[in-house]
């Protein structure tokens, strides 16, 4: 039996003059648990929620939000994120050293808020294989980060299958977390392998029509 699929909607994506709306949308769906980008202008070129918008209204909305940083200062933004008690929270590794970047996981567990790594694809898995044992989750990048509507880039299924046969050869619990040019078509392809499918562009498509939208999910996980 396949397992259920966990899509999260994406706001960078949401038209920014119907945001509170389409959030409204979603959450009456059952589609609740959503993905929270923020860039600084440094880390990628654009910049999306750096003040913290509409945070506060998915919290006070029941919602769950996975933040991910796409920031220079990771350690900066942590120290403010974790007061809002998000969902979950994941971070570009690189910007750290392996010491610096365990005491940004222990900081985030500490607060009883999942703690991941953000992965870039032009990283491979030998790249940060040494902190998969203290993350709760990996956030994927099947794109370049940095702006929405991009294709999936066709070397990740390759990368991705690396990762998911490490995490099972080595027996580490972590989650996997698939950003960037998710379609049903990639959710096809990584069935039974992926945790959490986010999705920006592509699921707003269907913000009139999500029904339909959670039937074609439900036929593909039959």
Known sequence: M???????????????????????????????????????????ENVAFSKLEYLDHLLANNCLVNVHLMVNDPTKWIDQLIKYKPYAISFPFELVNSQSCLALLNKIKDS????????????????????????????????????????FLA??????????????????????????????DVIKNTLNQIDYYVSGSFVVKYVNNLDQFKLEINQIIK
Do not use: W
């Open 112 to 151: 009883n808020i999942k703690a991941g790594i953000a992965i870039h694809p032009s990283f491979v898995l030998d790249d940060y294989k040494h902190l998969l044992k203290d993350v709760d989750y990996v956030t994927f990048m099947s794109v370049v980060p940095g702006k929405c509507g991009q294709a």
């Open 155 to 184: 070397d990740t299924y390759t990368k991705l299958n690396d990762l998911i046969a490490f995490r099972e050869s080595s027996n580490i619990n972590f989650e996997i977390e698939l950003d960037g040019g998710v379609n049903f």
């Open 2 to 44: 396949n397992k259920q699929i966990t899509i999260l909607p994406s706001i960078l994506a949401f038209d920014k003059t119907q945001t509170a709306s389409l959030i409204k949308s979603f959450n009456d769906h059952q589609l609740n648990h959503f993905h929270y980008d923020i860039m600084d202008g440094i880390y990628v």
